[in-house]
T-cell receptor, first 112, second 117 residues
């Protein structure tokens, strides 16, 4: 069975600082990996995805993530955080049957 | 492209009544639609998967007679919460997947906040 772990429930960073959100997955085959962002009371917006190829993927809003098979990780990064980035971030792993399994989420707070 | 809408965005109903939530793919045909439930400050939990014209597949622990799912067309799925109770209050999110390579990606609706009084 596939599973996703986001070790950090809350993270607080200062505006302008760099950000890294951790994601570890467990999946028997080549994973399809996603990062979503959710603002309060809203649905999920896709930030980026990894299916195959280059292990460093670029997403929207200046985010990137790196797939590391040896570490079973897919960490999300941003070099300079903006106040508008404060939200809940979800990592997810998918399989060929369209099934998505979500991590528990990381709530990002941004200090001015 | 790949826009999914949900209606209503918020609904308040009395205990014992039923409420229907619609999920529509606006600019693509969704061979598969998913329904998730999200409790406050928690992750999304998959409730069921539905394919157009087929019966929905429910996750373990989800009552199929309570949460009725209909996927009558390639652009519309509905979730009906029957005989709602306060514990059914939650944020319900649908998603839709198209066929082909893009089937690995789900497009999410904005969610529906259900409050049962």
């Amino acid at each position: 069975a596939q599973s996703v772990t986001q070790p950090d429930i809350h993270i607080t960073v200062s505006e302008g600082a760099s950000l890294e959100l951790r994601c570890n997955y467990s999946y028997g085959a080549t994973p399809y990996l996603f990062w979503y962002v959710q603002s309060p009371g809203q649905g999920l917006q896709l930030l980026l995805k990894y299916f195959s190829g280059d292990t460093l993927v670029q997403g929207i809003k200046g985010f990137e993530a790196e797939f590391k098979r040896s570490q079973s990780s897919f960490n999300l990064r941003k070099p300079s955080v903006h106040w508008s980035d404060a939200a809940e971030y979800f990592c997810a792993v998918g399989n060929a049957g369209n099934m998505l399994t979500f991590g528990g989420g990381t709530r990002l707070m941004v200090k001015p | 492209g790949a826009v999914v809408s949900q209606h209503p965005s918020r609904v308040i109903c009395k205990s014992g009544t039923s409420v229907k939530i619609e999920c529509r793919s606006l600019d693509f045909q969704a061979t598969t639609m998913f329904w998730y439930r999200q409790f406050p400050k928690q992750s999304l939990m998959l409730m069921a998967t539905s394919n157009e014209g087929s019966k929905a597949t429910y996750e373990q622990g989800v009552e199929k007679d309570k949460f009725l799912i209909n996927h009558a067309s390639l652009t519309l799925s509905t979730l009906t919460v029957t005989s709602a109770h306060p514990e059914d209050s939650s944020f319900y999110i649908c998603s839709a997947a198209a066929g082909g390579m893009s089937s690995y990606e789900q497009y999410f609706g904005p969610g529906t906040r259900l409050t049962v009084t």
